[in-house]
């Protein structure tokens, strides 16, 4: 990727900020706070139903906060569309892969590097150098260039995953949310994708929820555990893994 490091700002790249979600009286996020700074890899662990997901939908503009707001670099976002949020850079990967299978490995990562979203219907024509250009580096990045020509739709269940990771990458926004990015791959699988989430640091604040423990300590980041919707511990994997609370929580038992 030819992308400049982040530069530095006065603010914390995201500030979730005492943030509430109510469902008609179920609070799937609860006094959520919770800061990534540029640049940053985190990831977010925690019980089905603590709320990763809606944090992430929260974020996005896609769920609203009833109480607390959300702020990216020092601007609050909480009102905003998720056009307007994903214009201000921020893109989100779904738990299910959303590739368009009709079309070659290369021209997804093409429509994703567009970035006048209202000549996608007419992309080919349009495409320009550049965006070519960052579109094949996305494609080195994920590994995907023996793959280059091949319809999405031929991939495998990997394959489709990293692909929809490139296409975040392709859209150059500075904040990338993954949800569980090594659903339904085996272990070979997700320890290639570790790398790939690894090659981001630096240039993109990544920020992944994931279940395969595994995986986590494979990324190495800073890990938050959710629970209840509620930021309830956060540290390092080493941390994490020897806290009794967080097993008790996250394993359903009391640490043996
Ligand atoms: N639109 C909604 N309306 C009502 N309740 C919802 C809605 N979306 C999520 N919830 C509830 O909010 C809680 C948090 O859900 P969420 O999907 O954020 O959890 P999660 O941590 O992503 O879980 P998982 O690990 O299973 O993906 C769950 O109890 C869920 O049933
Ligand atoms: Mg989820």
Redesign the pocket.
Known sequence: MTLPDVAPTDHPLLRIENVT?D??G?K??NDLDLTLEAGSLTVVI????????????TVIGR?RASEGRILFRGEDISKLSEHRIVERGICRKF?TPGVLIGLSVIDNLLIAAAKDRRWWASFMLRASGENRRKAEEVLELVGLQSRRDALAGELSHGEKQWLEIGMVVATEAELLLL??PTAGMGAAESTRTAEIVRGLIGRHAVLV?D?DIDFVEQLGGHVVV?HQ?HLFKQGSMAQIRGDDEVAAIYLGRPKS
Do not use: R, W, Y
């Open positions: 979600v469902f008609d179920f799937a996020l925690g019980p089905n139903g603590a709320g990763k997901s809606t944090m992430c939908d769920v738990q949800d569980e929820i279940h959710l919707g």
